[in-house]
């Protein structure tokens, strides 16, 4: 089992950067398939970005591509996600999510086990 903590969210203007961590509690963190998601009100979990186990490959939301970049660091048992060039629609809370799945980097949360309590960001206009 893991347990996952968020940090580093915030309010910042359009067009600023934060970088969120995920710190991830266990031996196995090198094991698991990370996940950033978002969600906002009324609306449901949406993916941000992912990165394998191995940090092998990544994916990102074709909303996020190009903005935001998605690293693991397995000594420090943390991912992250920078955030930049943000836009005011990138408001929401952000949760980070691990699964064991080694061959891919899934896009939906049912596939994820388990989550962090999630960090609010909010980029105004």
């Known amino acids: 089992q893991v347990q996952l903590v968020e940090s580093g969210g915030g309010l910042v203007q359009a067009g600023g950067s934060l970088r969120l961590s995920c710190a991830a509690s266990?031996?196995?963190?090198?094991?698991?398939?990370m996940g950033w998601f978002r969600q906002v009100p009324g609306k449901e979990r949406e993916f941000v970005a992912g990165?394998?186990?191995?940090?092998?490959?990544?994916a990102y939301a074709d909303s996020v591509k190009d903005r935001f970049t998605i690293s693991r660091e397995s000594a420090k048992n943390t991912v992250y996600l920078q955030m930049n060039s943000l836009k005011p629609e990138d408001t929401a809370v952000y949760y980070c999510?691990?699964?064991?799945?080694?061959?891919?980097?899934?896009?939906?949360?049912?596939?994820?086990?388990?989550w962090g309590r999630g960090t609010q960001v909010t980029a105004s206009s």
């Open positions: 999510a691990a699964n064991l799945n080694r061959a891919s980097v899934h896009t939906t949360p049912d596939k994820y086990d388990y």
């Open positions: 266990g031996r196995t963190f090198r094991s698991y398939t």
């Open positions: 990165i394998l186990w191995n940090g092998g490959r990544t």
